[in-house]
C-alpha cells in the first residue's frame, strides 16, 4: 500500500511539472532595419519567475508587457502567461533559448532566428529623412550649414512620432533654426537649418538622424478576429562626411568680420568712469575671440565677460583715470575662406580728455650743499641738587603722559570715506592681491558700473583701511 501511495505521488507530480512549459514567438521573422519586432514568451504554469529581459539581439528593450491568454485545444481549456519585449534589431540574429523558472522548475524556451536587410531606399515611401550640407569641405573653426529634411506624404498617418538627433562628435552647434513648413508636390515638407563648426582637423562624420513612427496596424488575436496595433518602425537619414583643414599658422579665427568701438564720452571728470562698447559682427567662429582689454598706465580698466548672440559679439570695458589716456586700436586678425587670404581689422584710435586733470608730476633729484660750522659750546658741570632734582621731575611728567595719554587727541587724521565709492576703489585696487580686498572691490565694480545695490561689509573695510592706512 505504501508503495502505491508513492507511485500515485509521482504520477501526480508527473502530471503537474508537465503543464510547465514556456514557448518564444516572434511577431516577424524578416524585417528592414528599423522595423520593430515583439519578442513574446508563452508561459504555462501557476508559479512564474519573471526572467530578466533588458536587451535582446544586442539592441535594448524599447518596451515590454504582460498579459493573461486562455486557450481551448481539443475541448481543453488552458491559461497561459505572455511576456513581450519590443525591440528593432539592426543586424541577422538568433535570440538563445530563454530560461524561466515555473513552479519551482527551470524551463527553457526554444530559439529564435532573425533575418534582418537593409533598407530599401524608396522614393516613393511615406516618410523620407534626407541630412545635406552645402560643402564637405571646411577649416577648422568655420561656420556651415546643415540642412534636415523630413518628408510626410500626404495621407500617411503617423499616430505618434519620435526624432533621434544625429551625432555630432567634433562639432559645435552654433545655431538651430525653426522648422519651416512648405510643399513639395505629394509631401508636406520640415525644414531645419544647423550652423556648425568643426573642433578638429581630420575627416569628421555626421551619423544617421532618425525618426520613430507610430502607425495603425491590424493583426488576428487567438480568435482570428482582426483588431487594432500600434506598429513603430524607424526611418534614417543619409550619413554626411565633412574633410577639415587646418588654419594658416599665426590665425585662430576663421570667417568675415566687422568691429567697431563706441565711448559714450570723450570727455570725463577725474575717476569718472568711460564706458566703452566693442562689437564684431560676421560669420565665423566669434567664440574663440579673447576679451579686449587694454593696458593703460595710470588707468584702471574693468572688462566684462563677452557675450555672443548669433553673429554679433559684444564686450563692455570701463575706463576711470586722473588724466588724459588714449585707447589704441582694436586689432582683429582672421582668415577669410573664400578669398583665403589673412585680412586684419581694426577699430580708429579713441583720445580721452579729463577735466581739471593734475599735472603730471616729474621726478626730479635735488642736491643740497650744507655748509659745515664748527660749533664749540661751552658746558658747566651741574651741582648733585640740581640732578636730583632734574630726575624727580621727569618721573612726575612721565606718569602724566602716561596717564592722560595725549596722542589719542593727536590723532585726528581723517580716513577714506566709505561712501564715496569711486575714491574708494581707487585706494583699494592696488592691494587686490589680499582676497578680503578683492571681494570689496568685485562690489564696488558692481554698484558702480553695473547699478547694482550691494551692501558693503563695513566692519570688513575699516579693518582693511585701518590695515593698509588708507587715509
Known amino acids: 500500500m505504501k ?55 544586442g539592441t535594448d528593450v524599447i518596451s515590454t508587457s504582460a498579459r493573461t491568454s486562455i486557450e481551448m485545444i481539443n475541448g481543453d481549456i488552458s491559461r497561459s502567461n505572455i511576456l513581450s519585449y519590443k525591440f528593432m534589431p539592426q543586424r541577422n540574429c538568433i535570440i538563445e533559448p530563454i530560461e524561466v523558472e515555473i513552479d519551482g522548475t527551470i524551463q527553457k524556451s526554444n530559439s529564435v532566428e532573425i533575418k534582418v536587410g537593409e533598407i530599401v531606399a524608396n522614393k516613393d515611401a511615406d516618410f523620407i529623412l534626407v541630412l545635406d550640407t552645402s560643402t564637405k569641405e571646411v577649416f577648422v573653426g568655420e561656420a556651415f550649414d546643415v540642412t534636415l529634411l523630413f518628408k510626410q506624404k ?19 552647434i552654433k545655431n538651430e533654426s525653426k522648422p519651416q513648413r512648405s510643399e513639395d508636390g505629394k509631401y508636406a515638407v520640415s525644414k531645419v537649418v544647423y550652423t556648425m563648426a568643426a573642433q578638429r582637423v581630420g575627416k569628421l562624420n555626421i551619423t544617421k538622424a532618425q525618426m520613430r513612427i507610430a502607425s495603425r496596424d491590424h493583426v488576428r488575436d487567438s480568435w482570428g478576429a482582426w483588431i487594432p496595433k500600434i506598429k513603430w518602425r524607424t526611418y534614417y537619414s543619409n550619413e554626411l562626411s565633412v574633410d577639415v583643414k587646418p ?6 579665427l576663421v570667417g568675415n568680420f566687422s568691429i567697431i568701438a563706441t565711448a559714450d564720452k570723450t570727455e570725463i571728470n577725474p575717476s569718472e568712469a568711460l564706458n566703452l562698447t566693442i562689437e564684431v559682427l560676421g560669420d565665423g567662429n566669434l567664440e574663440d575671440i579673447k576679451s579686449f582689454k587694454p593696458y593703460i598706465n595710470g588707468v584702471n580698466i574693468f572688462d566684462e565677460k563677452i557675450v555672443v548672440r548669433g553673429n554679433k559679439l559684444t564686450q563692455k570695458i570701463a575706463f576711470v583715470a586722473e588724466r588724459d589716456f588714449t585707447i589704441a586700436p582694436f586689432i582683429l586678425k582672421y582668415f577669410d575662406p573664400i578669398t583665403k587670404e589673412i585680412k586684419t581689422i581694426s577699430t580708429n584710435e579713441i583720445n580721452i580728455k579729463v577735466k581739471n586733470a593734475k599735472p603730471k608730476e616729474e621726478l626730479t633729484i635735488k642736491r643740497e650743499e650744507k655748509e659745515l660750522t664748527k660749533v664749540v659750546v661751552e658746558t658747566t658741570p651741574l651741582s648733585n641738587s640740581w640732578v636730583i632734582l632734574i630726575f624727580i621731575l621727569g618721573l612726575i611728567l612721565g606718569a602724566l603722559i602716561m596717564f592722560l595719554k595725549p596722542w589719542i587727541y593727536l590723532k585726528k587724521e581723517k580716513s577714506v570715506s566709505i561712501k564715496d565709492h569711486k575714491v574708494l576703489l581707487i585706494k583699494l585696487l592696488p592691494h587686490k592681491n589680499d582676497e578680503q580686498v578683492q571681494n570689496i572691490v568685485d562690489i564696488l565694480e558692481k554698484n558702480i558700473y553695473s547699478d547694482a545695490k550691494i551692501d558693503l561689509d563695513k566692519k570688513l573695510l575699516k579693518e582693511i583701511i585701518k590695515k593698509y592706512n588708507l587715509v
Open 3 to 57: 508503495n502505491l501511495g508513492k507511485i500515485a505521488l509521482l504520477l501526480l507530480l508527473a502530471q503537474y511539472i508537465a503543464l510547465a512549459s514556456v514557448r518564444a514567438t516572434v511577431d516577424a521573422t524578416n524585417i528592414e532595419v528599423g522595423e520593430m519586432i515583439t519578442y513574446s514568451l508563452h508561459i504555462s504554469g501557476e508559479d512564474v519567475q519573471r526572467p530578466n529581459i533588458h536587451s535582446l539581439c
Open 154 to 172: 500626404r495621407g500617411a498617418e503617423a499616430v505618434d512620432s519620435k526624432f533621434v538627433a544625429p551625432e555630432l562628435k567634433g562639432f559645435w
Open 247 to 252: 588654419l594658416p599658422g599665426g590665425v585662430e
